[in-house]
């Protein structure tokens, strides 16, 4: 299937007929599948931003799975992995696990287990983009800030009141209450909760 707008599967195993198996059944199933025969060929393909996941096998020659994922970690991808194994192995797939994978089926495996597994990975992936669109929108606004308007910003969301903040800034609180109000207006928010909670989200407390 070559429509763009479905969610996409890169394939990651060496046993050559299990990857055209794998391709066919996820094609049919409604996904866009690229295979690839090893870690290697993955990471030297033009991967896209787009809602995807990873189906990887976890042990392959030269560069197995995990090592595969410490790769992709470190490098600060945000492609969701479900692991494949043909050995079950509990204390792998917790280690897998706490690195990030977002699942470790064993081979072989069942069609529905594999579909489950692959949209629970796909609705992370989406999550992730959700969140990550809301911070940009989030930074965007907060550049409209003034300079005075960053230091009544970061007063007022750890809690200190406006004349508090007069004083430290040697300002009025008429003063004080202007700049507040063009805060909240320029981030967009309602209340004091709200405009705490884009300051945790943006990491300014």
């Not at 299990?18 to 049919?28: D, F, G, K, Q, T």
């Not at 030297?44 to 992709?72: V, W, Y």
């Not at 594999?114 to 796909?122: K, P, R």
Request: proline share 3%; net charge negative.
């Amino acid at each position: 299937m070559n429509d763009m707008s479905l969610p996409l599967v890169h394939v990651i195993d060496d046993d050559t007929p299990l990857r055209i198996a794998l391709y066919r059944l996820l094609s049919a199933c409604g996904y866009r599948v690229v295979t690839y025969e090893s870690a290697a060929e993955f990471l030297e393909a033009p991967i896209p931003d787009e809602l995807s996941c990873i189906l990887l096998d976890m042990n392959m020659p030269t560069t197995n799975g995990f090592q595969l994922q410490e790769h992709l970690n470190k490098n600060h991808s945000h492609i969701p992995i479900v692991f494949l194994t043909a050995h079950g192995d509990i204390g792998l797939s917790v280690r897998a696990m706490k690195a990030g994978a977002d699942n470790f089926l064993s081979k072989p495996v069942q069609k529905d287990e594999l579909v489950s597994a692959i949209e629970g990975a796909l609705e992370r992936y989406r999550e992730f983009v959700g969140e990550r669109g809301d911070l940009s929108t989030l930074r965007l606004r907060y550049a409209k800030l003034s300079a005075r308007e960053v230091e009544v910003f970061n007063m007022v969301v750890r809690g200190q009141l406006n004349k508090q903040i007069a004083f430290l800034l040697g300002n009025s609180e008429r003063t004080v209450k202007s700049q507040r109000a063009s805060i909240m207006e320029k981030m967009e928010v309602s209340s004091v909760a709200q405009l705490v909670l884009a300051a945790r989200q943006l990491g300014a407390i």
